[in-house]
């Protein structure tokens, strides 16, 4: 990997990242406002802005974006975080010069027309019921409901029905006029690019984006917590939290290192104990949410209503046993996972460009794949076992459930199972 | 692309794709027997040997074969579907061999212990409670029930409640040795491979295969039908179906034309009509599937209780309107749009391995990708409006819909939208 950055005298910086032999190559532009950027009024705000993006600019309907850019196979996309916007395309070599001046012309000069406010207020309206349809979707949302309490942190991305129903082409304009600033955007593009040409196109693309950056957002605060809904599903879905690490945290792989032990696949922890042995559920994962100055660990299970009484305890019993007898071979296994998809995410375009805006947000700065594998090198089990025993003593722990959950235990009980050691670990 | 094809003495196919520079490989095993092999009592067998597979084998725990291909990074994995069952492996180049030991191992002596088929009844019960939990998914087993009722081919991939806890070791022993052949079997392996290296791995790994072929499915028979299913969700998730083309059908690009066309992006008919300038739903598309001898074209919509009033007419008027009015644009928009895709998908080892092997089973060869470049732009305008034309004239449509459905209008209704010109063609 060979990466070239500039920066344009807007401050929007530009990332190239081409690959030999490759005829496609993909582009994205980063945002970084996101969900967390919204006061209470603005709920939903940055996503309905992603999705407006796509209506119209003062030169192009919004039939006539699709249009273009499928008329040479690309595909155009975006998608909204807590964080960031991004906007991307998939595209053919010889049409890397299009995609560019599709994403500038759609992120400089929306039309925001009153009529196409209106209907797609209305499908994000729907985009919303789908989301609430997905029982193993929506349960991330109630998770970060319940983690981060009366912060924005803690808002539904898509926003709810009041406040997508009040949006305006006012508040649009205002809410684009103080994040979208170029010093807090990052156009990435991996395959088949070269450097010279990519800048050469983003300076007349994106040389009207306004200059200047947004205003940090408020400090998130890790609270932990509860939510339960009970509804008529077949299976109970749950989720369960603790305190994670920021994306930029020097931790960082070795909470990436615990949570693919913990679990991350068919030999992990919780795969092994729950489906494997008890055969509780189908889907048993951990993963990582991290964000600029705090993050979370999360482990999702999907189970029967009888299951459910049995579901925290195992879930428990593997962490708060991690810190004393994690073994050598586990730690392997997991180093040679995360750089083995490492290996294999550099071979993917797409999976290099999303790499480097991660990194660049992160970090503010693209870090080379030795890098990492001689982080994941140097992490001994040691180190792993000690963020074990402080993932579970914070007594920080944040639980939300959807299903037939009746039988799952009341949280107190679950926190009590962590540190103390004066309540039964085992399976009841 | 430059494929080599061998034949072990048994039967069994392997196909070897190099990718010069890669430094990983996907490698995977396609066993040609899947839910429409299966009787009554068998429903859902095909994807319990699936999750067999895993369990254990002669000489390795279902634990050591996951700790295996994770202690190299690697990731195995399996998929059932109405005419297939795939094994496949991710791995890096070096690992190469231990992927096809384990494949061979896991499918030529599974250990179908006691204990681990009751677990893992339980396992699939919890799948099956997961797929009813999510109607984007389960719309389509409905769907494939009102197509083709009353034969294998309609039956859920997943089985039943009542199967799947009935499966003994005597009847998956008993199926695997019908339906396990190595005239059925076809082994595929794109990336960082030698073909000479991979045949000799396979000939070890896979030389116990039981040779001989399966007696193939009976003929599945379209027939269309209307299954609906009023639930308390947010939105009407509805599949509208109608024949479509076998997977080796000559006219099978034309089809994928017409498909793209209607419902393939952002800006095919579909989405720009009941999206874009009806603001019904967040997601519309339409698909195909095909089997050896028979295929149907879908198209899916999830939209809100009012708005299914109207989706119907919608729907109907697209498809009725394409015969006479598809435009050289949107046909040169279809092309570029599956030949990008074609293109950007020899680019990922995965993508190539799934593609030969699908070639393979439909065609019984490899076709190189100037061949379907070639035919694709054989195809002119008007082939594909009297494509269209056919679609629904047949008048054998079929509908699947679940959620608050009450105002979605009955089967009858739709199906005299098509054709007969005496009903109003329009929404309403």
Redesign the interface.
């Known amino acids: 990997m060979n990466p070239e950055i500039s920066r344009l005298s807007n401050g929007l910086t530009i990332i190239s990242d081409p690959m ?5 190559a993909a582009i994205g532009v980063w945002v970084n406002t996101g969900a967390r950027n919204e006061t209470p009024s603005q709920m939903g705000v940055s996503h309905m802005l992603e999705h407006m993006a ?1 209506k119209g600019t003062a030169t192009r309907s ?2 006539a ?3 273009e ?8 996309n975006a998608y909204t975080s807590r964080e960031q916007t991004a906007f991307h395309a ?3 070599k010889a049409d890397v010069p299009l995609a560019l001046a599709l994403l500038g012309d759609i992120l400089v000069n929306p039309a925001f027309a009153e009529e196409e406010i ?13 989301a ?5 979707d929506i349960i991330f949302d109630h998770l970060q409901a319940a983690i981060y309490p009366d912060q924005p942190m803690g808002w539904p991305i898509l926003g709810e029905e009041k406040t997508v129903s009040s949006f305006s082409r006012e508040m649009l304009r205002a809410y684009m006029a103080s994040n979208y600033r170029a010093g807090g955007v990052t156009l990435v593009a991996s395959g088949a690019v070269m450097h010279d040409q990519l800048v050469a196109l983003a300076e007349r693309a994106f040389a009207d984006f306004a200059p200047g950056t947004a205003s940090a957002p408020l400090p998130a605060l890790y609270s932990g917590g509860d939510a339960r809904f009970v509804e ?4 109970a ?1 749950i989720a369960f939290a603790f305190p994670g690490l920021s994306n930029s945290d020097p931790d960082y792989y070795v909470g990436q290192l615990y949570t693919a032990a913990l679990g991350g ?3 992990s922890r919780l ?2 104990e729950a ?9 048993i994962y951990a993963f990582t949410s991290g964000f600029q100055d705090n993050g979370f660990l999360s482990v999702y299970v ?3 209503e009888a ?1 459910a009484a049995e579901i925290a305890a195992v879930v428990a019993g593997e962490m708060e046993a991690m810190a004393g007898n994690l073994s050598e ?1 586990e730690l ?2 997991a180093r ?6 490492l ?2 995410g550099l ?3 797409a999976g290099r460009m999303e790499q480097i805006a991660g990194q660049l947000f992160a970090l503010g700065r693209v870090q080379p794949p030795s890098e990492i594998i001689a982080q994941l090198d140097a992490i001994d089990l040691g180190a792993v076992k000690r963020y074990a025993g402080r993932v579970v003593e914070t007594g920080k722990s944040a639980i939300a459930a959807i ?1 037939p959950i009746a039988r799952l235990e009341n949280h107190e009980r679950f926190a009590r199972r962590f540190g103390g050691g004066d309540m039964p670990q085992a399976a009841e």
Not at 118 to 130: S, T
Not at 232 to 235: H, I, P
């Open positions: 030999p032999g490759l005829e496609s796509f919004a039939r974006i699709s249009e850019i499928e008329a040479v196979g690309g595909v155009l998939r595209i053919l209106a209907r797609e207020r209305q499908v994000v309206l729907q985009e919303i019921g789908q609430r349809d997905t029982p193993d008529d599903l077949e299976q879905h696949g068919m030999s795969f092994q489906r494997e042995k008890r055969g509780l559920c189908y889907s999907g189970t029967g299951e071979a392997a296994r040679a996972q995360l750089k083995a998809s290996l294999m071979e993917r375009p299903g």
